[in-house]
């Protein structure tokens, strides 16, 4: 039974577009505000609408290993970064997200970043398992080692509506990709292509502060050994601690953790998460919506995608508002200089900013606590937009972050 919270960010990633700089009028004539999801959940954490039986039991089943405390005698460690998912994953509700980070370093030497894997990079796991927990062995929890020049803290995210996601195509983002490049306006995202395990192919990329992981089932399991230790089909072998892998000789429980069932119960919770409930809908928050439109937010923050053909009707060809095009953009000083996937240290995946109201701090370290904090900071293909939102008059900045706060 094992855990993982991703460090996966809602960062505030508002991209620009080509269209003449206006303070807070429509130049793109009027435009319809984005209607919330129908048949949305009053409260976040509940599961989709309309699933049967079989699949609420899962959803269930999924719920309590996601809560449950790992034990050492269940493969927890011997490095770690928590025991359970909702160590992480808490607000406003159990598959939320928190204030919690988890840090990542690496060295760039001539340009090229090494993750220093020898020394335990990129990841830090902070905690070590020892006598207290039954092992004979005090291991040792992570740090940074001084050849490290790049050290970079990510926030764990919600995963509110994750199964929408996964359940797009990856047509869908090559589409939007191939769209921005032809508008030829400074904004144009990159697909990250990585290696899928579960197809044994090179699919998109869509989870994770660098899109990193292409799918739920990969996600659980990467999150399974790198957050909790516990080893599974798809990564079966142990993190060393702090790149020492003689240290493994002490492993309490050196075979195989999980045989998959434990990640396919996590996978499961996730994908049978509801999206995140809207907020009140106000004038102000409809007229915030047009000035996000027309300073050329929507540019890489995309209302509205529409997942493929699932055998779960509550995924089947669904539109939902996630705000965002899960593309990988160039966000210039923003970007935090750790290559990992397809993505460079400059790149970020666009931030989804539904739930944003739910989030305490922003950006994928947490560094802003304010939404106009998170706003100044962006920069790379984020500028623009940043610098027309400064230009509006102050009912026009209102507006714009009433909108966010309601999603």
Not at 161 to 187: K, S
Not at 398 to 405: A, G, H, M, V
């Amino acid at each position: 039974m094992k855990k993982y919270w991703i460090s996966l960010v809602f960062i505030v990633l508002i991209a620009p577009a080509t269209f003449a700089q206006q303070r807070n009028r429509n130049v793109r004539g009027p435009q319809p505000p984005t209607p919330p999801p129908q048949q949305q959940p009053a409260t976040a954490g509940q599961p989709l609408q309309g699933l049967n039986a079989q699949d609420a039991a899962k959803f269930a089943e999924g719920k309590e290993e996601f809560e449950t405390e790992e034990e050492v005698d269940e493969g927890l460690g011997p490095v770690f970064n928590g025991r359970s998912c909702q160590e992480c994953h808490r607000v406003p509700a159990t598959g939320g997200g928190s204030r919690r980070t988890v840090t990542r370093f690496g060295r760039i030497t001539n340009g090229v970043f090494d993750p220093l894997a020898n020394l335990g990079g990129s990841l830090i796991q902070e905690n070590a398992i020892g006598p207290r927990d039954g092992s004979t062995h005090q291991f040792q929890p992570e740090r940074v080692p001084p050849q490290a020049n790049v050290v970079a803290r990510r926030r764990s995210t919600p995963l509110f509506g994750l199964g929408l996601v996964d359940a797009t195509p990856d047509g869908t983002f090559q589409q939007l990709a191939a769209q921005q490049a032809a508008r030829n306006d400074g904004t144009a995202g990159k697909v990250s292509l990585v290696q899928n395990l579960l197809t044994g192919t090179t699919t998109v990329g869509k989870f994770g502060w660098k899109a990193q992981v292409p799918s739920l089932g990969q996600f659980s399991a990467d999150a399974y050994l790198n957050e909790m230790g516990i080893t599974s089909p798809l990564f079966p072998n142990e993190n060393c601690p702090s790149g020492n892998c003689a240290e493994l000789q002490f492993n309490p429980l050196p075979g195989l953790n999980d045989t998959g069932d434990d990640v396919q119960a996590l996978a499961d919770f996730m994908t049978l998460l509801a999206a995140p409930p809207r907020g009140p809908i106000t004038r102000d928050v409809t007229d915030g919506e047009t000035v996000f439109r027309n300073i050329g937010c929507e540019s890489c923050h995309v209302s509205t995608l529409r997942t493929g053909a699932s055998n779960i009707a509550a995924l089947n060809r669904k539109e939902y508002q996630p705000w965002s095009d899960y593309l990988l953009h160039d966000m210039g000083t923003l970007g935090d200089n750790i290559t990992q996937g397809a993505a460079n240290g400059r790149e970020m995946r666009t931030a989804p900013l539904w739930g944003l109201r739910f989030v305490e701090t922003y950006l994928h370290d947490g560094r802003a606590r304010t939404l106009d904090e998170a706003i100044q900071a962006h920069d790379g293909q984020g500028r623009t937009s940043r610098n027309r939102f400064n230009a509006l008059d102050q009912r026009g900045r209102d507006q714009l972050i009433t909108f966010l706060r309601s999603l």
